[in-house]
T-cell receptor
Framework: NAGVTQTPKFQVLKTGQSMTLQCAQD?????MSWYRQDPGMGLRLIHYSVGAGITDQGEVPNGYNVSRSTTEDFPLRLLSAAPSQTSVYFC????????????FGPGTRLTVT | AQSVTQLGSHVSVSEGALVLLRCNYSSSVPPYLFWYVQYPNQGLQLLLKYTTGATLVKGINGFEAEFKKSETSFHLTKPSAHMSDAAEYFCAVSAGGRRALTFGSGTRLQVQP
């Protein structure tokens, strides 16, 4: 099992550009989430999905879009990048059974100039 | 709604000393509680989790935590710090059926030789 994979590992964008951060998992987990990590603020939930075709907003959804067309994939779209979106982004998945343990991807470090 | 407070953004201990990292949570329903560790430039690794049952939970690398409902706490301890324990530690809560986590702001542990 590869677990949770994220691409790219690093990305630099100019203000106003758009891009998609990819996330995939091979554990057949129903639940997937996106978090952003900023110094001194821990991880904050951007969007999450409870299954294919179902998504919902987290704490900090503005400027981001998600969709979930398959169980495996949960891409995060930045519609018009802003310097405030400079952050490290983590994708996670968890099973619909058991202890709610989240399995995290390795992260994407995004810089918006 | 749920929230997590980690007291002390930086904790410094000597090698061989007790490690105590504090976490208090707020939840209107019984929570699931987690401690994650993040080494520099890496993703998050689960240290331990509390779901139900025994309130003293043992994790990896000699860490343990005790769930105290009356104090709404889930402090992380290790009897003897190693240099390799230097990292950032995050407490997180999941409650009410929502699989996504709410994180504390993190505690950076420094271990002095």
């Amino acid at each position: 099992n590869a677990g949770v994979t994220q691409t790219p590992k690093f990305q630099v964008l100019k203000t106003g550009q758009s891009m998609t951060l990819q996330c995939a998992q091979d554990m057949n987990h129903e639940y997937m989430s996106w978090y952003r990590q900023d110094p001194g603020m821990g991880l904050r939930l951007i969007h999450y999905s409870v299954g294919a075709g179902i998504t919902d907003q987290g704490e900090v959804p503005n400027g981001y879009n998600v969709s979930r067309s398959t169980t495996e994939d949960f891409p995060l779209r930045l519609l018009s990048a802003a310097p405030s979106q400079t952050s490290v982004y983590f994708c996670a998945s968890t099973s619909d059974r058991g202890s709610y343990e989240q399995y995290f991807g390795p992260g994407t470090r995004l810089t918006v100039t | 709604a749920q929230s997590v407070t980690q007291l002390g953004s930086h904790v410094s201990v000597s090698e061989g000393a007790l490690v105590l990292l504090r976490c208090n949570y707020s939840s209107s329903v019984p929570p699931y509680l987690f401690w994650y560790v993040q080494y520099p430039n890496q993703g998050l690794q689960l240290l331990l989790k509390y779901t139900t049952g025994a309130t003293l939970v043992k994790g990896i690398n000699g860490f343990e935590a005790e769930f105290k409902k009356s104090e709404t706490s889930f402090h992380l301890t290790k009897p003897s710090a190693h240099m390799s324990d230097a990292a950032e530690y995050f407490c997180a809560v999941s409650a009410g059926g929502r699989r996504a986590l709410t994180f504390g702001s993190g505690t950076r542990l420094q271990v002095q030789p």
